[in-house]
């Protein structure tokens, strides 16, 4: 079983202990360390046959080195994947069980894709059949349920 918060926690310490790197090249060209983040990141999801990537959904937020590995981050599991491994009813059900506050809604449901999209108070879990997207801080529950996630769909490793 893969733990999610396990990889989140080596995925921190592995940011921070670049962070001297990290702000020296943020400070010379953003867009240079936006690929380097993403590539360690993929220096730490290789080892769980996965891919994650760090998002900014607002340009500043790059700015913000600490909260790297924090939020905003996107999980592959298989590009290749075009419905969901497990019933998208069962996603639902654990969805609700885990965020009995939160909003489910069906999100592209066209040309036989299938998706999902969890809202909360401060932000929200999309869900793809190949990754899910947290855009969202990551509490104890986001890493639980990403857990729980993250083993239901079945992968190979490597198949990202």
């Given at each position: 079983?893969?733990?999610?918060?396990?990889?989140?926690?080596?995925?921190?310490?592995y940011?921070?202990?670049?962070?001297?790197?990290?702000?020296?090249?943020?400070?010379?060209?953003?867009?240079?360390?936006?690929?380097?983040?993403?590539?360690?990141?993929?220096?730490?999801a290789?080892?769980?046959?996965?891919?994650i990537?760090?998002?900014?959904?607002?340009?500043?937020?790059?700015?913000?080195?600490?909260?790297?590995?924090?939020?905003?981050?996107?999980v592959?599991?298989?590009?290749?994947q075009?419905?969901?491994?497990?019933?998208?009813?069962?996603?639902?059900?654990?969805?609700?069980?885990?965020?009995?506050?939160?909003?489910?809604?069906?999100?592209?449901?066209?040309d036989?894709?299938?998706?999902?999209?969890?809202?909360?108070?401060?932000?929200?879990?999309?869900?793809?059949?190949?990754?899910?997207?947290?855009?969202?801080?990551?509490?104890?529950?986001?890493?639980?349920?990403?857990?729980?996630?993250?083993n239901?769909?079945?992968?190979?490793?490597?198949?990202?």
């Amino acid at each position: 079983m893969i733990k999610f918060k396990k990889i989140i926690e080596e995925l921190q310490i592995y940011l921070k202990i670049n962070s001297n790197t990290i702000k020296n090249t943020l400070r010379q060209n953003p867009a240079l360390c936006y690929t380097m983040i993403n590539q360690l990141c993929a220096d730490i999801a290789k080892k769980y046959g996965i891919q994650i990537l760090l998002n900014f959904p607002q340009k500043e937020k790059i700015n913000d080195v600490n909260s790297y590995g924090t939020q905003n981050i996107s999980v592959i599991i298989n590009k290749k994947q075009k419905k969901f491994p497990i019933d998208i009813n069962v996603i639902k059900l654990q969805t609700k069980q885990m965020f009995a506050s939160s909003t489910i809604k069906e999100a592209y449901m066209y040309d036989g894709k299938e998706g999902l999209k969890i809202f909360f108070e401060n932000g929200r879990i999309d869900i793809l059949p190949h990754s899910f997207h947290l855009w969202c801080k990551l509490t104890c529950d986001v890493l639980t349920f990403s857990s729980w996630l993250l083993n239901s769909y079945k992968f190979d490793s490597g198949k990202y």
